[in-house]
């Protein structure tokens, strides 16, 4: 690494950290823009059209993430982000809705965002999430290390010692052991035979991160073991310029389709599984945070970057420009029939040059939650 640049030890330092610092900044003023303050709650995203740049839906999840990343901001942050209210009453206005919400992973999310801001509306995210059933229910592996994480953080907040293990042996069931992969879904949820090997980076992220703070909880053994394993093979693929690429075969380890390439990939997801795989089991892997945020600097495929401060945005993604998703559904068929093959010359018919003027405020709030100001030192 590069004596100006360095992320180690948990810390960011010189032409990394002001990098990151101005990430921070942006993610702030790009939050305030995304809050509905009569809602209490953020837009699901703002999207550019021809019109400019308008924001469409409204989501509790992505308010949830974003609260995760606030809990560990200053009160001037939080204010600026929420138009005055406090963290503690959006936390609130998403406990209301509970009743309403039948998806495990945003369940999960209000319980960690809970947990992290001391609310008095633990325990009913608690029971919520039993009544939706973690354990045996039908929820992929996303969800289910949300779930984790959720139980996990901060047990003097609650903390259910037995439903954490239950779930902690759900989600180690989606890892493959010769590889150092989880799959998409547990194996005992039925899911469609063409993609059913394929994982995506997310499934690597969100169970790394989860296996650190169950450890950090427990002290299990084997959840630091499994936390280390994948953060090494998170790091093993990562792609030549920096790239966190999109799709694996969780039988082989092999790359089935590398793009899209997300900004929240390089700049949060990746960096927060890390360092959380550093703080709580010691496995540094800062040279790959580093060559992650390199790559978001400037994304050789498109000869520029993400970060877009005239419109203080980060945009979503670099894509491949061709019709849907269709590079990924033929090289999930192509592998699906064996792991080597690949269908050749996808690059040259289907450029990945192609941007998605998209921003949601889930990556900012992950951009929060990955590098607090405690990290960084100018």
């Keep these: 690494m590069s004596e100006t640049m360095t992320a180690a030890e948990g810390i960011v330092t010189g032409e990394l950290a002001k990098y990151v610092g101005d990430l921070r900044r942006l993610a702030v003023e790009s939050l305030s823009r995304m809050y509905v303050p009569d809602e209490r709650r953020f837009v699901f995203c703002i999207r550019r059209g021809a019109d400019g740049d308008e924001p469409e839906g409204r989501s509790f999840r992505y308010a949830a993430i974003v609260l995760i990343g606030l809990a560990t901001e200053g009160d001037e942050v939080v204010r600026e982000v929420l138009h005055g209210a406090s963290a503690e009453d959006v936390c609130g206005a998403m406990i209301d809705e509970l009743p309403r919400v039948t998806n495990l992973g945003d369940v999960s999310l209000m319980l960690w965002a809970a947990k992290l801001l001391n609310h008095d509306g633990v325990e009913a995210a ?132 590398g793009y899209p390439v997300y900004s929240v990939h390089q700049d949060s997801m990746a960096p927060m599984a890390l360092f959380a795989a550093e703080d709580m089991c010691g496995f540094e892997h800062g040279e790959s945070i580093e060559r992650g945020l390199r790559w978001l600097m400037h994304s050789p495929e498109i000869d520029g970057t993400l970060v ?71």
């Design 126 to 257: 608690y029971g919520r999430l039993r009544e939706l059933d973690p354990v045996w229910g039908s929820h992929p592996t996303v969800e289910l290390a949300w779930a984790l994480t959720g139980l996990s953080v901060e047990p003097s907040c609650g903390w259910d010692e037995q439903l954490a293990r239950e779930v902690y042996r759900r989600l180690r069931g989606t890892f493959e052991r010769s590889t150092g992969v989880p799959g998409h879904w547990p194996v005992d949820v039925s899911v469609p035979a063409f993609r059913s090997h394929v994982s995506c980076f997310a499934d690597l992220v969100y169970p790394t991160q989860a296996w650190a703070y169950y450890h950090r909880a427990t002290g299990d053994e084997e959840s630091k073991a499994l936390c280390r394993e994948c953060a090494q093979f998170m790091c093993d693929r990562q792609g030549p310029a920096g790239q966190w690429w999109w799709h694996f075969d969780k039988r082989s380890g092999r790359v089935v389709e």
């Design 308 to 378: 877009d401060p005239e419109s203080v945005m980060i945009w979503r993604k670099v894509a491949r420009r061709e019709p849907g998703k269709l590079s990924r559904g033929v090289q999930a068929l192509a592998s699906k029939a064996h792991p080597a093959f690949r269908v050749p010359g996808m690059k040259t018919v289907f450029p990945p040059v192609k941007i998605d003027f998209e921003s949601r405020p889930y990556h900012l709030g992950w951009i929060l939650h990955a590098f607090p100001e405690r990290r960084l030192q100018g």
